[in-house]
């Protein structure tokens, strides 16, 4: 197996997407472009994407770190948004685009029309949630796209199965179909309940932080194979477990918890920055197969069918926001009146992404037992591939621009840092008195210097946050954080130097050098955390 192609991939889309973060086009665009533009190069393989490739290996981890980062209780107040979105929207674009898709392709078949609706319907919000956290919209708009991006591939994945059974001849009735969802969601729900508290379990009770990191990485897997096994959503499995851990990630080793942020932050890096890349490569392999509809009906068809995703969302989303409220009186109690400028953010963000592609080429060959092609399959195929492009780079470079013109009320920095000195305080005050409580005992008796060195570190901690709210240095323009940190990290650099000289003069040995680094990187970055 030649890994060349592979490890070319890997690395390019990561230098992309390093670079992108110095430009102001988002990353994923960049990575489409780029992929477009190297596909036709002499020299470049065949990067085809593979589903029992993406679905299985490259969809988990990236749902398990997209979902570990979300707040449970977040989402939980945007569920009925969330659910509207992730189920009811995916569902009407399915049967919308696959009614549009009926009408304009002469001879496609309703059944695989329908297959193309299920393909494009999920968004995939990867790229507008970032956009979301760039620019500072509302917490509650960042919050419904991601919930949505998290549960909605569940949806499609289990349409489009629906549709393919009708498609290839293998009979589906709308009871079947609507008995196949509720066992997937059913499922896939029931098995990471099942799953998620042994694993925190595992995850309390490893006492190595290398054998908890390894078991983090294979979560995603074990809760998406598992229930992948008993024909439930393997997407609803990961993330509900991801959820579960994230909620109750303070009860795991601080060590475990500062590797796996690390190593989650290069998986989701890599990952994503690789996926982006190969939408852009597939141009090729799409053409190749495209046939009878080279020119202007393929192109004709491309252009409608992207209007028609953009349009199907709209209509969905704006009654979604406000026929809820006009209909329940609870509803209109319980929750603030919505804008109209939050579903016009809702409804240009859904651009599509690999997983629409990775279902397309999911598509099976033939019908009925294998006796016939499917039909117009490498059409589908195209027209996925303009949808997903044409959503990436038309709503992805319009989204931030757009966001600006609707002028979003930006975050409240100064609210935040008050509300945080204020949890700070109050836990400061309350480990004051526990300190207390412990020095009265005798088994705990230490010398006073050393005493006093723990109520400083609390009362640094406690007045780092206040601190960020006083002027800033008139001469360098520096705020007091930032040189409290420059000076911190000065400090540590001369310690450094003399740990490295000592070293290289053989009055220490490599492996005490590694101990006493490794105590300084834990020091600096605590006094980075302290102060961001």
């Known amino acids: 197996m030649d890994v060349m192609p592979l490890l070319l991939l890997v690395a390019a889309s990561a230098a992309i997407a390093a670079g992108a973060r110095r430009t102001p086009v988002p990353a994923p665009l960049l990575l489409v472009a780029a992929g477009l533009a190297v596909s036709y190069l002499p020299g470049v393989p065949d990067y085809t994407l593979d589903p029992e490739v993406v679905l299985p290996l490259l969809l988990p981890p990236l749902l398990y770190t997209s979902a570990v980062d979300s707040s449970y209780l977040d989402l939980r107040a945007q569920t009925r948004p969330v659910a509207l979105l992730s189920v009811g929207y ?292 195209f027209l996925t591939f303009t949808t997903v492009i044409g959503t990436l780079v038309v709503q992805g470079l319009t989204l931030i621009p757009l966001i600006h013109l609707l002028k979003f009320p930006g975050r409240d920095r100064q609210a935040e840092t008050l509300a945080e000195a204020n949890a700070q305080a109050q836990a400061s005050l309350a480990a004051e008195r526990h300190l207390d409580e412990l020095l009265s005992d005798e088994r705990n008796a230490l010398p006073p210097p050393l005493a006093d060195r723990l109520r400083t570190v609390l009362e640094r901690r406690r007045n780092a946050v206040w601190e960020r709210l006083g002027q800033t240095n008139p001469v360098t323009g520096e705020t007091v954080d930032d040189t409290y940190r420059r000076l911190s990290r000065e400090m540590i650099s001369a310690e450094r130097a003399v740990f490295v000289r000592l070293r290289d003069g053989r009055y220490i040995d490599d492996e005490m050098l590694r101990t006493l680094l490794r105590r300084l990187d834990l020091e600096e970055a605590a006094a980075y955390r302290e102060t961001t």
């Open 90 to 381: 995916v569902l009407f674009a399915t049967l919308v685009v696959g009614a549009a898709a009926y009408l304009i392709v002469p001879g496609l078949p309703l059944t695989a029309a329908l297959v193309l609706g299920a393909v494009v319907a999920p968004p995939d919000a990867v790229a507008a949630t970032a956009v979301a956290r760039r620019v500072g919209l509302p917490s509650r708009i960042t919050t419904i796209l991601q919930g949505e991006s998290l549960l909605n591939d569940a949806t499609a994945i289990t349409a489009y199965k629906v549709a393919v059974a009708a498609a290839v001849g293998e009979g589906a009735s709308w009871a079947g179909g609507i008995e196949e969802f509720l066992i997937a969601a059913v499922g896939g729900v029931v098995v990471g309940l099942v799953l998620m508290a042994p694993i925190h379990w595992l995850r309390t009770h490893l006492r190595e932080a290398l054998m908890q990191n390894t078991l983090s990485l294979l979560i995603p897997f074990v809760a998406y194979a598992t229930a992948e096994q008993f024909h439930a959503s393997g997407v609803l499995a990961v993330v509900v477990v991801a959820l579960y851990l994230g909620h109750r990630a303070w009860e795991v080793d601080f060590a475990t918890r500062l590797q796996e942020e690390a190593v989650w932050k290069m998986v989701a890096f890599v990952l994503e920055s690789a996926v982006f890349a190969l939408i852009g490569l597939q141009l090729p392999v799409v053409l190749r197969g495209l046939g009878a509809y080279e020119g202007l009906d393929a192109a004709w068809y491309a252009v409608v069918l992207f209007l028609v995703v953009v349009v199907v969302r709209f209509a969905w989303v704006y009654p979604a926001t406000f026929l809820p409220r006009l209909l329940s009186a609870r509803i209109r109690a319980r929750e603030e009146n919505p804008t109209w400028r939050a579903p016009v953010v809702i409804s240009w963000a859904g651009m599509r992404g690999v997983v629409s592609l990775a279902i397309a080429f999911s598509i099976p060959l033939t019908v009925d037992h294998g006796e016939g092609a499917f039909p117009h399959r490498n059409l589908i195929l």
